[in-house]
């Protein structure tokens, strides 16, 4: 551990003031050589994390795809956030001196690897894509779910970047180790909320604070209407399904919660109860999935049993009334990661946004409704708990793309102001810093005026 800090801290100054373009090209030596490793690196997965190869496949395509995303924000410029207001006497407000912002790298970073998406999310994911262009190295700590594969993708990454801009560790104890060691100047951490709230926690209270970049899930409502219930009642109950049983339900974006009038709780059942029984990642997470479903079905109504059966867990699909939740029985707001959600059936308008005024801050929230719907208090609602507002679709897959904001009010995540995905992630790990009344010639090559 000392040996890793010790370069990444001795690396830190040489990679961030890397040209953006050198950095560029680094990242994409990364997604070619992940490219040409797919094959091996599916197969590995498949044995270790029990999904499917050709999820998995795609998963590697959207990994390289998200480098070079990154690769081509740094050779575009917006990633020094450049801002330049020139000596002016005459300026309105008092005469303004010659002033040259930029943004910096923070130093190292620690990324904790997700359970969720083994390659996305992971070793070689957004995280550390968006760190390593900040012009940041990287600690990275592997999911406990998959060691060898992040072993695999570490070696790849490694042999790529310059000496102690990356490493990978393992283990809980070095968890810890990370987050408080004062080399380390922010953490991006995908994971139980448990273990997340500690984790931040240490890093609020270190001798010097750093930035903790947590996501901790969440479950992510589903409210439909009661017209669109009517007229298309089966559809969504159909998609709905599909949305809960994509991955088995260990994703950060399930739906764990669908409000929906009485009448097509039924519907839901029905396709619930046809979904097939599928692995979940190992048996630590079967078990707390298994603990948590014993814990809400304390209080709740079962619809769908799952459970155990040979080869994997059913769907377990349970059931509620707006009246109870509003009433102080608001455990169903906590997310239980795997194939698990809870039906809450409402009355009226007014108990639907009674119930939406009640979320805590959300990753995602879904809205299942038709054009002439009278919406706007629940979407304004809804805006006001959640980062991302779906319309007639389904929360589950996040888009790589600039205008995605994965991110949400506490507890889905640590800074509602940041996204995990698209290439503003990079802001993450980046600082402002302001130059006033330099000469050129000092100045760092893309604030200095041409020669």
């Known amino acids: 551990m000392e040996e890793i800090l010790d370069r990444a801290a001795e690396a830190a100054r040489e990679w961030g003031t890397t040209r953006p373009d050198e950095r560029a090209a680094a990242l994409d030596a990364v997604a070619e050589a992940l490219d040409r490793e797919t094959g091996d690196l599916v197969a590995l997965a498949e044995w270790e994390c029990r999904l499917p190869g050709e999820g998995l496949r795609a998963e590697v395509a959207r990994t390289t795809f998200q480098l070079r995303s990154f690769a081509a924000h740094l050779r575009s410029g917006a990633v020094n956030g450049v801002v330049v207001d020139r000596e002016d006497p005459a ?30 999310f992971s070793v070689a994911g957004s995280d550390t894509a968006s760190a390593l262009a900040a012009g940041c190295p990287v600690v990275v700590k592997a999911s406990h779910s998959y060691p060898d594969l992040a072993d695999r993708t570490a070696e790849i990454v490694e042999a790529v970047l310059p000496k102690g801009v990356f490493a990978l560790v393992h283990g809980q104890r070095r968890a810890r180790q990370l987050v408080l060691d004062p080399r380390i100047k922010a953490v991006a951490f995908i994971g139980s909320s448990r273990v997340g709230r500690e984790l931040h926690h240490l890093a609020a209270t270190r001798p010097e604070p750093i930035p903790f970049y947590g996501g901790f899930g969440s479950v992510n409502p589903v409210f439909v209407t009661a017209q669109a219930a009517r007229e298309r009642g089966r559809e969504i109950a159909r998609g709905f399904a599909q949305a809960l049983a994509q991955q088995s339900g260990q994703l950060c974006t399930k739906p764990g919660l669908l409000v929906v009038p009485e009448a097509i709780a039924d519907d839901v059942a029905a396709e619930v109860r ?10 630590l997470v079967a078990k707390r999935f298994e603990t948590g479903v014993e814990a809400l079905t304390e209080f709740l109504d079962v619809l769908v049993e799952g459970g155990s059966v040979a080869g994997g867990h059913a769907p377990t699909l349970l059931r509620t009334t707006a009246t109870d939740v509003l009433n102080g029985h608001d455990e169903v707001l906590s997310e239980c990661f795997g194939p698990v959600s809870v039906v809450v059936t409402y009355r009226d308008s007014h108990e639907l946004l009674e119930l939406a005024a009640t979320l805590p801050g959300q990753l995602t929230a879904t809205v299942h409704g038709e054009d002439d719907d009278v919406l706007p208090e629940l979407v304004s609602e809804l805006t006001g708990r959640a980062g991302r507002i779906v319309w007639n679709q389904w929360p ?3 888009a790589t793309t600039p205008a995605m904001h994965h991110g949400g009010p506490w507890p889905a995540t640590t800074s509602p102001f940041h996204t995990s995905v698209g290439v503003r992630a990079v802001e993450r790990f980046q600082r402002p810093v302001v130059f006033q009344g330099f000469p050129s010639r000092f100045l760092p090559e893309v604030l200095a005026d041409e020669r």
């Open 274 to 283: 046809a979904l097939r029984a599928e692995p979940l990642f190992n048996k």
């Open 396 to 398: 589950n897959d996040i």
């Open 91 to 120: 300026w309105p407000a008092g005469p303004r001196p010659d002033l040259r912002r930029m943004l910096v790298p923070l130093g190292p970073v620690a990324v904790f690897g997700s359970t969720s998406y083994p390659f996305a």
